[in-house]
């Protein structure tokens, strides 16, 4: 038969276009069962740990089939996150300047009814141009703002402010609770993803000794 010469994903691939155009209505019921595919699987860090990691996922011959990097910041001050986060699916190389950056912070309130309040992050947080657009989340009743930003403007803008202050601030601009931190937390951030991404590269290239074998195939094949 034509499929044996198929991959274990090819197989896959085939029997699930079967299955869609109706072909396996005609048999009875729909079963289906994992395929395992070997390939590789690339760990740099540990994950969720401060500082920053990496992941990828490779084929039986080294092609990258999907990589990610991580970074988690410490703020110092209670309910107050840092994250940065990058992926690729392909074979595209990972890299930094495709990621972006957040910042959250917990507001606790009282009631049943939060007030609307935005996020904010500002080298001048007693400007009274503080309506204006930045880095600055939306007006939102969830009790937990945020903010996003494209990482290289994110550590571009802390690396040009002597300092920076996480403001969440209320719709007649008064702020609700500040934080002032040391802005070199997102140039050292900057520089633990530039390492990882480095050593992921070295582990990639010598994939069949550094990372590790593992079962890629993450869907079940639909048996006709």
Known sequence: ???????????????????????????????????PEPGYVCNVGTAFEWGAWASATLDAEGRQRSARWDWK??????????WGAGSVEG????????????VQWAVPFKGNHPPRLRLELRSAPESRYWFGSGFVGSYERTGDHGLMA????LTAFARGSPRLVAIVRDMRGQAVQRAEFDSAIFARGE???????????????????RCAPADINESDTILV
């Open 91 to 102: 074979p595209a190389p990972l890299s930094a300047a495709d990621g972006y950056g957040s």
């Open 73 to 82: 910041g410490d703020s110092g001050a209670p309910l107050l996150r840092f």
């Open 191 to 209: 520089a633990a993803v530039a390492a990882a991404l480095a050593e992921m590269a070295a582990m990639t290239a010598d994939f069949r000794h």
């Open 150 to 153: 494209g990482w290289g403007d």
């Open 1 to 35: 038969m034509a499929f044996e010469f198929l991959s274990p994903r090819g197989i896959a691939i085939v029997a699930a276009s079967f299955a869609l155009c109706g072909c396996a209505g005609m048999g009875g019921p729909v079963r289906s069962a994992h395929v």
